[in-house]
């Protein structure tokens, strides 16, 4: 924290960091420092404008959450084993006796059944498949934000879904993507889901065009992926990227969770996911994320007088 208050002391950037300062007592508490440069008419810095936040109670419901979901997610493992044993259990046996019933000619309301069977065990997987991704997402690792180049990340998503793509002759432009300080596996997923979507909900008869676009804000890059699909009413805009929403029914494949999870991961950067669309025009989801927070080079043991020299 030190060396990042003197660098923008000589660079002239504002300022943000959270670190432990100890008090009379001889008790740690939590602050959340600012500071900004006033400036005269010809942008020399006159003086420092700062302020210190006691964030000692945030502090400690923050770490009250984590361990709640530390439990919920070991949970969610636990829970998740003991679903999929029995479900593949299910899904090998309805498979073993249709192959065997339908030498013998099985009837076609039999036949029916036995498909009904392995189709929701499937849609069963991939249901706790997601609720896993969901769950590692929202947990409280912390993530590593590299340097990450957002057209590598991109192709890559692309290649996933290339033979989507090609099967819906879809076209996918972009701006000129640039390198942000994110996690990778993160953006891949984001991009993965956002494009993965915009190819499930597109209009049969109008080709469908996607393009992804990324505009420098004051201290984040803001993203978007607009194409020209079915879209959704208005109102519905925040109920999209609720855990199980959906809007199209079980004629349209997936678990409704693919936007959840890309609202968990936006939100693990810092920054925020919002959707806008018209029905029969298209949807647009942008997103955004922070220039990476400067890390502390504070330790427990580190006081106010250190802190001043």
């Given at each position: 924290m030190v060396s990042r208050l003197k660098?923008?002391?000589?660079?002239?950037?504002?300022?943000?960091?959270?670190?432990?300062?100890?008090g009379h007592d001889g008790q740690f508490r939590w602050f959340l420092?600012?500071?900004v440069p006033i400036r005269d008419a010809n942008d020399r810095i006159l003086r420092w404008f700062g302020t210190f936040t006691d964030i000692t109670e945030h502090k400690w419901i923050e770490s009250e959450l984590q361990r709640s979901n530390s439990d919920l997610i070991q949970f969610a493992y636990i829970a998740s084993h003991d679903l999929q044993e029995p479900l593949r259990n299910i899904g090998s046996f309805a498979q073993l006796l249709a192959r065997n019933l339908n030498n013998g000619n099985l009837p076609h309301a039999q036949s029916k059944y036995l498909d009904v069977i392995i189709t929701s065990v499937r849609r069963m997987e991939a249901l706790i498949s997601d609720l896993l991704a969901y769950s590692r997402v929202t947990g409280t690792q912390m993530i590593?934000?590299?340097?990450?180049d957002v057209q590598t990340v991109f192709d890559n998503a692309v290649k996933n879904l290339e033979a989507s793509i090609r099967q819906s002759n879809?076209?996918?432009?972009?701006?000129?993507?640039?390198?942000?300080?994110?996690n990778p596996v993160h953006i891949s997923q984001v991009l993965q889901n956002l494009l993965g979507n915009a190819i499930k909900y597109r209009r049969p008869d109008v080709p469908l065009h996607v393009h992804i676009g990324a505009q420098r804000q004051v201290d984040a890059w803001l993203f978007s992926v607009r194409d020209n699909g079915s879209g959704f009413e208005p109102e519905y805009a925040d109920r999209v990227f609720g855990i199980f929403k959906r809007l199209h029914g079980r004629d349209v494949p997936g678990t409704g969770v693919g936007l959840a999870i890309c609202k968990a991961m936006i939100e693990r950067h810092g920054g925020h996911i919002w959707a806008e669309a018209k029905p029969g025009v298209g949807a647009t989801f942008y997103f955004t994320i922070p220039d990476a927070p400067p890390s502390s080079d504070l330790t427990p043991e580190k006081t106010y007088a250190d802190i001043a020299q």
């Open positions: 660098q923008c002391v000589a660079s002239g950037e504002r300022f943000e960091g959270t670190f432990p300062l100890r420092g600012r500071a590593e934000r590299p340097p990450t879809a076209t996918i432009t972009h701006d000129v993507l640039p390198s942000v300080n994110a």
